[in-house]
């Protein structure tokens, strides 16, 4: 859904332009689309690290070099920030990334972490790319990341559009290129379609999917689960939350 721009869009922004980061310049995809198409790195064959390393380019260590040993974590979608800055307070031995493609969308969250930090430094562990992400390697090196968190995903509910959505089994090939051996995806939505159809494309991908419920907030899971605004509103409502989680 397009947004309506935010006023003073631009002023704002720039007013938290400290918890935002650039886009490589070197962006282009280095490993073109035959990567995906071929479906490289299935799970069936991704026992350890590909043999080709990725050539790295230190623009993408975003925290810096200082920052090496330090497990990474992804967020694709932000919507207004409330996930990812609970994780990054609750966890500062980590960083962590937000990826929004919408500046309104982006500037909600980046407020709340300005807004949270209060110049204390405490959120210097989380920083937001104002992107939509095509292929990972326009933004991370191969086995960079630890994990990655797709929360209320766009459904697409379209048959023709099921490409689009970001569990169809390519774009989860594509993950689990820039995700260590071990790493994971946790996946959570309300949409029972977009669930089972995810379900499939984690079986067709290969991998293997260590935690698994219909309805989170009665499972055993809950209680380790970080929420997001959208998730408090709808499973107040007595929505159930589908989540899913397999690792590479």
Known sequence: MRQRKAKDLDK????????????PQSAD??????????????????????????????????FGPDREGRELFL??????????TSKAMDHP?????????????????????????GDTG????LRFVLTFVHSMDELFYENQ?????LNFSDPWP???????RLTYRDRLRDYAWALKPGGF?????????????????????????????RDLHSSSFESKNTTTEYEDKFSGRGKNINYVKFTV
């Open 93 to 117: 031995e980590a960083d962590f990334i937000a990826i929004e493609g919408q500046e309104t969308v982006i500037l909600r969250a980046l407020e709340k972490a300005k807004e949270l930090d």
């Open 29 to 62: 995809s280095r490993r073109g689309s035959e990567c995906l198409r071929e479906g490289k790195r299935s799970g069936a064959e991704s026992s350890g690290a590909d043999a080709a390393a990725h050539e790295h380019d230190p623009a993408m260590d975003y």
């Open 122 to 125: 405490r959120l210097s562990n």
């Open 12 to 23: 704002r922004l720039q007013e938290c332009s400290a918890y935002m980061i650039e886009k």
């Open 185 to 213: 995806v946790e996946v959570k939505t309300d949409n029972d379609a977009l669930y089972d159809f995810t379900l499939e494309e984690i079986e067709a991908a290969g991998y293997q999917i260590t935690e698994q419920t």
């Open 158 to 164: 379209k048959a023709r559009h099921e490409k689009r």
């Open 75 to 84: 967020e694709i979608g932000c919507g207004k920030g409330q996930f990812i």
């Open 145 to 149: 990341l630890s994990g990655i968190y």
